[in-house]
């Protein structure tokens, strides 16, 4: 996704060291790879451990250059720290699932293909969608369904699971879909089960907080002019990232006694989109899946 605009707007330095925080399928990482010369290297991470064998697959020829872990990008810098690693030139995030996950069926992340309740990004966490469906509690669930997916039948539709699921658990992605599919008009039904499994999909992975804590750290492991790139693929992701790209780089007083003036806090990031990126009409044509997608890019100021 808007692979061209990212690497104009990551790479600064072809030497560099540069960190996918969400590998996925190796897209991304590929790319950076082939702008870099002999001596950059790529750090690719992700939770998902047939993800990071696959990217391996495809980034053999970079050999050593191409250096790949599993973990989750809000252990960026414990993960840098293991490998000897310092400062990165730029920090790429492309949140979401990547296209290789949704189209494994057995993962759950689509809603069609009939799978388990799975949903997860790490097969090592307990935690699964079938949990957040058939133990939550109705007010909980709908709150899930409404803050994550914004979906407006939220309260309907958690009331329909709790209905159901009184009378069997429900133990797959079409099961689950079923039910929605009986309260929902055809015309909303699939946007509808796309904001749900989202919405599910986030409360199982926790990944709006893991991306708070990603970018928080991702400061002070960049080095002066190093770029974090992120691309976002519904609002409540861009607003976190919007608002903390704005504090940032925002100037502001602070103070620390009555008795002293305030210090004056200098930002430490300077934004370079000052309006949204997003995909050109060519590249939605080409790939529909990336018309809901929004790149936002700033760069580590000196001294900060």
Do not use: C
Not at 249 to 269: G, I, N, Q
Request: aromatic fraction near 6%.
């Amino acid at each position: 996704m808007l692979a061209g605009e990212v690497l104009s707007l990551l790479i600064t330095a072809k030497h560099g060291v540069y960190v996918d925080g969400t590998l996925g399928g190796g897209g991304h990482a590929e790319a950076i790879l082939n702008q870099l010369d002999a001596t950059g290297i790529l750090v690719g991470l992700d939770a998902d451990d047939d993800a990071i064998r696959f990217a391996r697959s495809r980034l053999a020829r970079f050999g050593e250059r191409a250096v790949l872990r599993k973990g989750n990008f809000k252990n960026l810098a414990s993960i840098l720290a293991e490998n000897r690693i310092e400062r990165i030139d730029g920090l790429l995030l492309d949140l979401g699932v990547s296209s290789y996950q949704l189209d494994e069926p057995s993962k759950g992340f689509s809603y069609r293909s009939d799978a388990p309740l799975d949903l997860r990004l790490d097969q090592t966490q307990t935690f699964t969608a079938g949990d957040v469906i058939n133990r939550y509690e109705e007010r909980r669930l709908a709150d899930v369904l409404w803050n994550y997916g914004e979906e407006k039948n939220s309260r309907r539709i958690a009331r329909a699971i709790v209905q159901s699921r009184a009378r069997k658990p429900i133990e797959s992605t079409r099961e689950l879909a079923d039910v929605i599919e009986k309260i929902v008009q055809d015309h909303f039904l699939n946007k509808t089960l796309a904001r749900v499994f989202q919405a599910i999909r986030i409360e199982v992975n926790n990944e709006l907080e893991n991306l708070r804590q990603g970018l928080a750290s991702a400061i002070d492991i960049l080095k002066t002019g190093g770029r974090i790139a992120v691309i976002s693929y519904h609002s409540l992701e861009d607003r976190i990232v919007k608002d903390f790209f704005r504090s940032a780089a925002a100037t502001s007083d602070v103070h620390r006694s009555k008795f002293l003036p305030p210090e004056l806090l200098s930002p430490k990031l300077k934004i370079l989109t000052k309006k949204v990126v997003e995909p050109s009409a060519s590249e939605i044509r080409t790939n529909p899946r990336s018309r809901s997608a929004k790149l936002r890019v700033a760069e580590k100021l000196e001294g900060k």
